[in-house]
T-cell receptor, first 114, second 112 residues
Framework: GAVVSQHPSRVICKSGTSVKIECRSL??????MFWYRQFPKQSLMLMAT?????????EQGVEKDKFLINHASLTLSTLTVTSAHPEDSSFYIC??????????FGSGTRLTVV | DQQVKQNSPSLSVQEGRISILNCDYT??????FLWYKKYPAEGPTFLIS?????DKNEDGRFTVFLNKSAKHLSLHIVPSQPGDSAVYFC???????????FGQGTILTVHP
């Protein structure tokens, strides 16, 4: 079946640095990628939707300059957390849709900013 | 309106026995279902998933069953181990829109 590989699974970074999270569709072309974040004791919340070759659409309240999303190819989408702060520490997960064969999710990234 | 419900907030099982966690959903557009496990102070970790074209998916001790007509999802853990003690979330999504919907979670405790 369709697989999305998300890396890294865990990352610790210093405050003020940037962190890049990658999601790759391994055996299909992902026309649309979704990025989610889980806040403590809350459900996963959609951050943004990206379509290959175009700008991402951010949900209300999500800072697009802080959470940079790039979907430059049909198999790769990246989320870069810029100038990370401790409050950005969270669980981030991507999901990919082809619009045709279905829908699959990455295994998530645990980001800790110290 | 709670579209995904895990009606049992907690479940206690003896080591070696079967654990069955349940999840009900209301939106017939949902066609992708996942289970995640979460330990305290950690992020959820992916366990197992199933798409609507299947009614069963098995991975080691974990089996997910999907009953589309009843809009019901269940996770079976056999045999249960103390290390399985965690919060289990079911998540659903649909190919038509991408947004995941989360259940409230069930706390599983496996006693030695």
């Amino acid at each position: 079946g369709a697989v999305v590989s998300q890396h890294p699974s865990r990352v610790i970074c210093k405050s003020g640095t940037s962190v890049k999270i990658e999601c790759r569709s391994l055996d299909f072309q992902a026309t649309t990628m979704f990025w989610y974040r889980q806040f403590p004791k809350q459900s996963l919340m959609l951050m943004a939707t990206s379509n290959e070759g175009s700008k991402a659409t951010y949900e209300q309240g999500v800072e697009k300059d802080k959470f940079l999303i790039n979907h430059a190819s049909l198999t790769l989408s990246t989320l870069t957390v810029t100038s990370a702060h401790p409050e950005d520490s969270s669980f981030y997960i991507c999901s990919a849709s082809t619009g045709g064969i279905g829908y699959t999710f990455g295994s998530g990234t645990r980001l800790t900013v110290v | 309106d709670q579209q995904v419900k895990q009606n049992s907030p907690s479940l206690s099982v003896q080591e070696g026995r079967i654990s069955i966690l349940n999840c009900d959903y209301t939106n017939s557009m949902f066609d992708y279902f996942l289970w995640y496990k979460k330990y305290p102070a950690e992020g959820p970790t992916f366990l197992i998933s199933i798409s609507s074209i299947k009614d069963k998916n098995e991975d080691g001790r974990f089996t997910v069953f999907l009953n589309k007509s009843a809009k019901h999802l269940s996770l079976h853990i056999v045999p249960s181990q103390p290390g399985d003690s965690a919060v289990y979330f079911c998540l659903t999504g649909g190919t038509s829109y991408g947004k995941l919907t989360f259940g409230q979670g069930t706390i599983l405790t496996v006693h030695p």
